[in-house]
Structure formats: C-alpha cells, structure tokens
C-alpha cells in the first residue's frame, strides 16, 4: 500500500477552474491505478476519474467528462485532477485512491486512500 496526501481544494466560484494534486508517500507510486473520488454531504462516494499507470488510459463519469483531466507525474509520484468550468455540484470533498487491480471505478477495488480535500463551488 501507499500513503496518498490530496491537496488544491478550495471555494471557488461557478465557472472557475481548479487543480486538485495526490502525492503519495513512495516510489510505489508508480504501481498503481490511481482514481479521484467524490463526496458530497448525504452522499455516497462515486468515482469522478481513473488513470492507468502509465498514463496512457484514463476514464471520466459522464458527469466531468470534456470538464476535468486526470493526470499523473510519476517522477513526481503524484496525480492531478484538472478540474474546468466548475459547476455548483461539483462541490463535494475529494480523495485520490490507488489500486493494484486494473483501472476500475469501482471503490472497494481500491485499498489506499488520502483523506481528502474540500472542494466548494458557489453559484
């Protein structure tokens, strides 16, 4: 497993972009599936965006897609969330999550995860 540390959340007004990062702790980095998590109060945690890791494959939910990029730096060991043309449901707190499985949007295939950080959009 990996320590993952999220970082970049804020309040931000509709329309406005934002880049979320996932540091993690190692070099294990690199063995990982990483994935960006949301969740909104009352919610349950959905999957926002996958990337494999290489880098060469990446997945949206229909509701970021053409909004929001994932990314990943494996010589920095860390993952971005670019995140375009924010909307007021966007808000919501977000985690990153690696997963030795292949790159899947389902969250009990992911074993490790950061503690999140605050994303708050106002209308």
């Known amino acids: 497993q990996v320590q993952l540390v999220e970082s970049g959340g804020g309040l931000v007004q509709t329309g406005d972009s934002l880049r979320l990062s996932c540091t993690a702790s190692s070099r294990a980095f690199i063995l990982y599936n990483i994935a960006w998590f949301r969740q909104a109060p009352g919610n349950a945690r959905s999957f926002v965006a996958g990337i494999s890791r290489s880098g060469g494959s990446t997945s949206y939910a229909d509701s970021v897609k053409g909004r929001f990029v994932i990314s990943r730096d494996n010589a920095k060991n860390t993952a971005y969330l670019q995140m375009n043309s924010l909307k007021y449901e966007d808000t919501a707190e977000y985690f990153c999550?690696?997963?030795?499985?292949?790159?899947?949007?389902?969250?009990?295939?992911?074993?490790?995860w950061g503690q999140g950080t605050q994303v708050t959009v106002s209308s």
């Open positions: 999550a690696a997963a030795s499985a292949a790159p899947t949007t389902r969250i009990n295939d992911y074993h490790s």
